[in-house]
Structure formats: C-alpha cells, structure tokens
Nanobody
Framework: QVQLVESGGGLVQAGGSLRLSCAAS????????MGWYRQAPGKQRELVAV???????NYVDSVKGRFTISRDNAKNTAYLQMNSLKPEDTDVYYC?????????WGQGTLVTVSS
C-alpha cells in the first residue's frame, strides 16, 4: 500500500510563495498520476493540479500562471510550487496518487494566506 506524506504548508502573506512536497513510499512512483487537491471546511474537495505519469500537467483556472506542479521520480516526490498566493488559496491541501482504479490520499497540509 502506497503512503503519501505532505509537507511544506504554513502561514504566508498574500503575494508570497510556498512549495508543497508529497513523498511517496513506493519504488514504482513513476506509474502514478499525481494530483494536488484542496478543501475548505464545508466545501467539496477541489482538484488544483495534476501531473500524469507521462509528465502532462493540468490546472484549475484559478491557479494557472501562479502554481506549478512537478515530480521527481528518482525521489518519489511530487511538488506544488505556489507563487503570488492569495487569501482565497487558504485551504488544506491534499496529495493524491492514482493508478487505474486505485488511489491513495495523503493526510493534508494546511496553507494559510494572510491579507
């Protein structure tokens, strides 16, 4: 069973940057599509960005041009670089690994952007 551990969340002022990391406990990390989601209390979890096993990326419109998803298969780690952060980016961010019908979630990391 793959386990995902997120890190890098915290408190930042509006306009600042953070980089989230998602470390996977598997040697076959490269076969997984990796995604970052976020969820605010009482709201549905929202897909923020995804990077496929082949390296293709996709983003929700609200973060295009500000966030960059990447992966380092040698380190079994996915990243989310977040620049020009806004207060509305405040959420718990979750890492997701998906392969065919199987998926795994991390425990989440809180990002708080102050105005």
């Amino acid at each position: 069973q793959v386990q995902l551990v997120e890190s890098g969340g915290g408190l930042v002022q509006a306009g600042g940057s953070l980089r989230l990391s998602c470390a996977a406990s598997t040697i076959i990390f490269s076969i997984y599509d990796m995604g970052w989601y976020r969820q605010a209390p009482g709201k549905q979890r929202e897909l923020v960005a995804v990077i496929t096993s082949g390296g293709s990326t996709n983003y929700v419109d609200s973060v295009k041009g500000r966030f960059t998803i990447s992966r380092d298969n040698a380190k079994n780690t996915a990243y989310l670089q977040m620049n020009s952060l806004k207060p509305e980016d405040t959420d718990v961010y979750y890492c997701n690994a998906a392969f065919r019908s199987a998926e795994v979630w991390g425990q989440g990391t809180l990002v708080t952007v102050s105005s």
